[in-house]
């Protein structure tokens, strides 16, 4: 079965800390990760995307990885700010016939507290 | 970059009433859009893709009778909710896949802000 699970479900953190969530997967044919940022009562925005061969990538204070073979993925943030409270959302397209699928996560909620 | 605009940004409506919320892509043409839900907590779901010109494909257990989706130019989609009840309540959003000429990433989905619904 297709799924996507990230973990913690929630984090609080103080401003100015690192933090790394994580994202594990039984998504098969692969075909890429994303990350997506989402404020509440807002739609998501990309971070990152990260195909096959990929293991990692930035978007500023944001680092992903992946690991292909044990289909884990992080999101890495840096210095955080108080602006990165959201839900952060991994999410994993595979290809299903003719068709691209997206599997997602159901989100790390962030805290950043001053 | 693209921009996504997704009309009205919150509705509230009484039961039995119909609902369209419109998404448009400001500055590129969606040949595709997707249409996602989400309640309280819980992670986005996919009701349906909109494509131009021809039938929106739904996923399994949403009724394509309820939830009447029509794509009828490169740069609008429409998702109406026909007869609202409050279980109707949720988030709604639409997304559209970058496309070229525009140099957008293809494989990156462009987020409206979101429609929320609230049925009384």
């Known amino acids: 079965k297709n799924q996507v699970e990230q973990s913690p479900q929630s984090l609080i953190i103080l401003e100015g800390k690192n933090c790394t969530l994580q994202c594990n997967y039984t998504v098969s044919p692969f075909s890429n990760l994303r990350w997506y940022k989402q404020d509440t009562g807002r739609g998501p925005v990309s971070l990152t995307i990260m195909t096959f061969s990929e293991n990692t990538k930035s978007n500023g204070r944001y680092t992903a990885t992946l690991d292909a073979d044990t289909k884990q993925s992080s999101l890495h943030i840096t210095a955080s700010q108080l602006s990165d409270s959201a839900s952060y959302i991994c999410?994993?397209?595979?290809?299903?016939?003719?068709?691209?699928?997206?599997?997602w996560g159901l989100g790390t909620s962030l805290a950043v507290n001053p | 970059g693209a921009v996504v605009s997704q009309h009205p940004s919150w509705v509230i409506c009484k039961s039995g009433t119909s609902v369209k919320i419109e998404c448009r892509s400001l500055d590129f043409q969606a040949t595709t859009m997707f249409w996602y839900r989400q309640f309280p907590k819980q992670s986005l779901m996919l009701m349906a893709t909109s494509n131009e010109g021809s039938k929106a494909t739904y996923e399994q257990g949403v009724e394509k009778d309820k939830f009447l989706i029509n794509h009828a130019s490169l740069t609008l989609s429409t998702l109406t909710v026909t007869s609202a009840h409050p279980e109707d309540s949720s988030f709604y959003i639409c997304?559209?896949?970058?496309?070229?000429?525009?140099?957008?990433?293809?494989?990156?989905?462009?987020f409206g802000a979101g429609t929320r619904l609230s049925v009384l």
């Open positions: 997304s559209a896949p970058g496309q070229p000429p525009l140099n957008l990433a293809k494989n990156i989905q462009y």
């Open positions: 999410v994993v397209s595979f290809n299903a016939g003719n068709n691209r699928k997206l599997i």
